[in-house]
């Protein structure tokens, strides 16, 4: 049970991932969570309207099988697999999270301060998730991809475009981490 529960050594996740998009570059599919949401617009029937949306989405059908995966997969983890030693923070983040007032996850996942529902009575907090929202909203299309679709596929694919995303990915991170989220939550 314990290989359940505790955490993976990176290696053994790299090998995993890069089975798994092995086995789609052979196949000839392509991974990425954001073309899910594109083919929920699809049949939703929002094809009708706006032509980005216009397509046979049951070519993607397969792809759903991943939002269905992650969504199953989080709700086992996290009511099944629960460990009290998920998450080890590095003892410079959680100063730095108490700065913010961000408490620490103390054996959650996450910090209810971030992701509990009363975070949502903070207007600088939905202020945000709405701008954030529509950015990865309508971003993602234009950067013909999402952080999972450049990351994972297109670096497996040794896509130029997916390794100037990831870097811009990362400069966004390093920005949101120094001066957005201070701004917020300092």
Known sequence: ?????????????????????????????????????????????????????????????????????????????THFL????????????????????????????????LFGWEILSNYKVVIMLFVGGILIGFGTPYAGGCTSGHAITGLSNLQLPSLIAVIGFFIGGLIAVHFIIPLIFG
């Open 1 to 77: 049970m314990e290989i359940l529960t505790g955490t993976w050594h990176w290696s053994i996740s790299g090998l995993v991932i890069g089975l798994v998009m092995l086995s789609l570059i052979y196949f000839g599919k392509t991974f990425g969570m954001s073309s899910n949401l594109r083919t929920f617009c699809s049949i939703a029937g929002v094809g009708r309207k706006i032509n980005y949306f216009k397509f046979d989405w049951r070519e993607q059908k397969w792809n759903l099988a991943v939002v269905i995966g992650a969504i199953l997969g989080g709700f086992f983890a």
């Open 82 to 113: 629960e460990s009290d030693s998920i998450l080890q923070l590095n003892s410079k983040t959680l100063v730095l999270l108490n700065d913010y007032n961000i408490d620490a996850p103390n054996g959650k996942i996450v910090p209810e301060a």
